[in-house]
T-cell receptor, first 109, second 114 residues
């Protein structure tokens, strides 16, 4: 079954405490993996696209990496404004875009 | 102005009523999508359209219908609303082509069926 799984469901960090979010997928013919940030009551906001294993993208305190089975979103020295739900999504053979259930991140001062 | 606009932003309706959610985009994208979001279930695909003449069911299309009136407009209808259709609904767009590029989302419509 085509599936995208994110872990953990929720993560509480102290400001400055680095960590990683995981997105594992079981789809055939991956055509792109996307990371989004979603704030409460708002639409997802695009962060990164990764297309092939070994690829990495960085933006401020965030770094996304991709292997053949999973992607990681590394958060270095997070700040309270990084608190949000982080969503992973994949395009694959059927050309549909499917999402994981997200990781809710809270960063405390 | 937002690139992907959803109307209404909030709606409360009664069980059995017909309701339409509208989405318009100024990005010039061919592909449009409707998702619903429920706590703990994430974003689930209802319908998607790759161009005006192409409509496809997603994973949870039962109880919903769509219309692609133009490249820029994609509406979602609930023919007879029921309480378990209470959710946050999102429209999204993307450009066709390989490799696939990211989807852009509207701000959402919060629908409550009472």
């Amino acid at each position: 079954e085509d599936q995208v799984t994110q872990s953990p469901e929720a993560l509480r960090l102290q400001e400055g405490e680095s960590s990683s979010l995981n997105c594992s997928y079981t789809v055939s013919g991956l055509r792109g993996l996307f990371w989004y940030r979603q704030d409460p009551g708002k639409g997802p906001e695009f962060l990164f696209t990764l297309y092939s294993a070994g690829e990495e993208k960085e933006k401020e305190r965030l770094k996304a990496t991709l292997t053949k089975k999973e992607s990681f979103l590394h958060i270095t020295a997070p700040k309270p404004e990084d608190s949000a739900t982080y969503l992973c999504a994949v395009f694959y053979n059927t050309d549909k875009l499917i999402f994981g259930t997200g990781t809710r991140l809270q960063v405390f001062p | 102005d937002a690139d992907v606009t959803q109307t209404p932003r909030n709606r409360i309706t009664k069980t059995g009523k017909r309701i339409m959610l509208e989405c318009s985009q100024t990005k010039g994208h061919d592909r449009m999508y409707w998702y619903r979001q429920d706590p703990g279930l994430g974003l689930r695909l209802i319908y998607y359209s790759f161009d005006v003449k192409d409509i496809n069911k997603g994973e949870i299309s039962d109880g919903y219908s769509v219309s692609r009136q133009a490249q820029a407009k994609f509406s979602l209808s609930l023919e007879s609303a029921i309480p378990n259709q209470t959710a946050l609904y999102f429209c999204a767009t993307s450009v066709a082509g390989q490799p696939n590029t990211e989807a852009f989302f509207g701000q959402g419509t919060r629908l409550t069926v009472v």
